[in-house]
Nanobody
Framework: QVQLVESGGGLVQPGGSLGLSCAASGRIFNMNAMGWYRQAPGKQREMVAVITSDGSTNYVDSVKGRFTISRNNAKNTVSLQMNSLKAEDTAVYYC????????WGQGTQVTVSS
């Protein structure tokens, strides 16, 4: 059974930085993309950043230049470094591992507020 465990959320002031990490336990067959999504109150879940098995990345426009996604295939982890955080980045952040099936983390709260 595959489980994803996220860590690193919290409260940060505008302009600050946070790092999120997600680790998978169990074997994921045909692992391809890993990614981060977020859902703010009253809004739909949106893709924040995705990284494929060959290292290609894609970001939502609102975080380009501020967020960086990375992965460690040997450790089955994906990370998201978030810099220059804004109030509108406040949301629950979820990691996703995409193999033959999709696996989601439980979500971690990120709050950007002074």
């Amino acid at each position: 059974q595959v489980q994803l465990v996220e860590s690193g959320g919290g409260l940060v002031q505008p302009g600050g930085s946070l790092g999120l990490s997600c680790a998978a336990s169990g074997r994921i067959f045909n692992m391809n993309a890993m990614g981060w999504y977020r859902q703010a109150p009253g809004k739909q879940r949106e893709m924040v950043a995705v990284i494929t098995s060959d290292g290609s990345t894609n970001y939502v426009d609102s975080v380009k230049g501020r967020f960086t996604i990375s992965r460690n295939n040997a450790k089955n982890t994906v990370s998201l470094q978030m810099n220059s955080l804004k109030a509108e980045d406040t949301a629950v952040y979820y990691c996703l591992f995409q193999g033959l099936a999709s696996y989601w983390g439980q979500g971690t709260q990120v709050t950007v507020s002074s």
